[in-house]
């Protein structure tokens, strides 16, 4: 089955004790992307990547870390999170021609105490 | 960036069409616009996409005037289960692929 999967679902922890959240999508799609929700303030964008090796800022990138070393897998490190990065992290993918058209993990909802 | 304009929430009745109008007055020559529908703690979920014209599948309609300033999307014969949130989706080439959602229409389909 196609699916783009994070892990874990919920996460709990303290603030500056570094974490990182896995997305690994099984269709060969170049692109990846994080996406982190909030009330009243929709999907923002994180990072991106358009190929192994290549990432980019997306809208909200501050506190965040990405690496793309296999096509598959798009880690999202929080360094030193804090309790403003309490939130509903996505993770997305999508083939190199139609980029809008996004699949979306499960989502990741992180809570920094 | 391309910003679009959603309307924050919508009602509807089950048997009627939803219409959700999103404005994307700065699209790009070679933007597609697309529409996710999200359910509570879930990722959103790809609808339909388009360019110019209409755009019909077994979910819904996509109709797009020629200025292609603005979109919208229709849903047929909602029923309780097609309440969710629903996004516009216009990515800009020229930003490379930052690809901004908008807010987002909260959709509340009644009995």
């Known amino acids: 089955e196609a699916q783009v999967t994070q892990n874990p679902r919920y996460l709990i922890t303290v603030t500056g004790k570094k974490l990182t959240v896995t997305c690994s999508q099984n269709m060969n799609h170049e692109y990846m992307s994080w996406y982190r929700q909030d009330p009243g303030l929709g999907l923002r964008q994180i990072y991106y990547s358009m190929n192994v090796e290549v990432t980019d800022k997306g809208d909200v990138p501050e506190g965040y870390k990405v690496s793309r070393k296999e096509k598959r897998n798009f880690p999202l490190i929080l360094e030193s999170p804090s309790p403003n990065q309490t939130s509903l992290y996505f993770c997305?993918?999508?083939?190199?021609?139609?980029?809008?058209?996004?699949?979306f993990g499960s989502g990741t909802q992180l809570s920094v105490l | 960036l391309a910003k679009t304009t959603q309307p924050i929430s919508m009602d509807s009745y089950e048997g009627q069409e939803v219409n959700i109008t999103c404005s994307h007055n700065?699209?790009?020559?070679?933007?597609?616009i697309t529409w996710y529908q999200q359910f509570p703690s879930q990722g959103p979920r790809f609808i339909i996409q388009g360019y110019k014209t209409k755009v019909t599948n077994e979910v819904a309609s996509l109709f797009i005037p020629a200025d292609r300033k603005s979109s919208t999307l229709s849903l047929p014969r909602v029923s309780l289960s097609d309440t969710a949130v629903y996004y516009c989706?216009?990515?800009?080439?020229?930003?490379?692929?930052?690809?901004?959602f908008g807010g987002g229409t909260r959709v509340l389909v009644k009995p």
């Open positions: 989706l216009v990515a800009l080439k020229a930003a490379g692929n930052k690809l901004t």
């Open positions: 997305a993918s999508s083939a190199p021609s139609t980029n809008e058209k996004l699949f």
């Open positions: 700065n699209i790009a020559t070679n933007d597609y």
